[in-house]
């Protein structure tokens, strides 16, 4: 690996294409544009903004790629009428609420201090009951969300089954292993505000006669059960090695013989760092919003599931998802138990 001058002075400066990103969709200057080309002074008109300030603004967007301009006339490019206007199925600009929130933008400045301490600076953590981050999170989903619960719902092509999702968030894991048999019902576990935002995908979704919610600590809520399947999507991050064993061992109890539980989430040492950038991201993340989380490996997770009694844990790949999917059996054999 070289460093060069260029190389820095991209790195410096990368955060101006995130408030320009961040800007132009609060002020929702992408719709402005929906119904074709504009000049500086119609945008500004449509968004009541200041014409000079929105003149300089499109411009800026246009050198940072986020527009086109034909002389004086500024237009989507390509891909822009999908992504960025808000009335597009295929909108994702919301997603900045959670790939570059208020939260992590001020939490980061700090990160120099949060390294000296190796602790979270602030009082509400990502672990927190409630944390407001995680319903931006569920209302918004991230670029993987989806596609991360369809490598889950392929990986265990379950038929009927009764699914507890723990630390469900949207729900979308959980609902889509659901999907896969009409008699299939699942239960979300999580605060009480995230599963407001569960309910209403299990509505849009036409599972809601077949989703339970239960509201709570994961560490400490009854569990009900037993279950067919146990999802753990991108929770365990959350929680040091021993508090991610703990937490297994307590859902592992609440599987049928036969059951199986599921990891899904970002990992990290089994690729380099480089091509585990994402991973390595969030786990930055980690050290700034909890106590002890960090991104386990999947090495890390087999043992986990292996300690817990569990047999033939196995890691799940699959190439463009930069998620993992480990998943173990409970043995037939084992007793049943409810919580
Ligand atoms: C990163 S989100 C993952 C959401 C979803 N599983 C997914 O993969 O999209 C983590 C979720 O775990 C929930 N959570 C965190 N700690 C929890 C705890 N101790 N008990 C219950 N839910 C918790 C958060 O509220 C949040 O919705």
């Known amino acids: 690996m070289t460093i060069t001058r260029q190389r820095l002075l991209e790195m410096m400066t990368a955060y101006r294409s995130t408030y320009l990103l961040r800007t132009a969709v609060e002020l929702r200057l992408f719709d402005a544009l929906a119904d074709g ?82 602790a979270p600076l602030t009082e509400e953590t990502a672990d927190s009951p409630g944390c407001g981050y995680w319903v931006d999170f569920a209302e918004n989903l991230t670029f993987v969300t989806k596609a991360g619960a369809a490598f889950v719902a392929e990986t265990l092509g379950t038929g009927r089954a009764d699914i507890l999702d723990v630390g469900s968030g949207a729900g979308l894991f959980g609902y889509a292993v659901a999907g896969g048999d009409p008699l299939s019902r699942v239960w979300c576990l999580d605060w009480p505000n995230v599963l407001d935002v569960a309910r209403k995908h299990a509505e849009r979704l036409g599972l809601a006669d077949r989703t339970g919610f239960i509201a709570g600590d994961a560490f400490s809520v009854p569990l009900g059960g037993p279950y067919d399947v146990v999802v753990v999507s991108n929770l365990l991050c959350q929680f040091s090695k021993e508090r991610s064993s703990a937490l297994l061992h307590r859902l592992s109890g609440v599987l049928r013989p036969g059951g199986r539980l599921v990891i899904a989430g970002f990992t990290t040492g089994d690729v380099p760092p480089a091509q585990a950038h994402h991973a390595h991201m969030l786990e930055l993340l980690m050290l700034a919003w909890t106590a002890g989380g960090e991104v386990h490996s999947p090495d890390d997770y087999v043992r986990m599931l292996d300690a817990c009694g569990l047999v033939g844990a196995r890691v799940h790949r699959r190439d463009g998802l930069p998620l993992r999917v480990v998943v173990a059996e409970k043995p037939a054999d084992a007793d049943e138990e409810e919580q």
């Open 37 to 118: 080309p504009a000049d500086a002074g119609e945008v500004a008109a449509t968004l009541k903004t200041s014409p000079r300030g929105t003149r300089i603004l499109l411009r800026s967007l246009v050198a940072a790629g986020l527009l086109d301009a034909d002389g004086e006339r500024f237009r989507l490019p390509d891909g822009g009428a999908d992504l960025l206007v808000t009335s597009s199925p295929g909108y994702a600009g919301a997603n900045v609420n959670v790939a570059s929130s208020d939260w992590e933008w001020d939490t980061m400045k700090r990160l120099g201090d949060i390294v000296r301490t190796g």
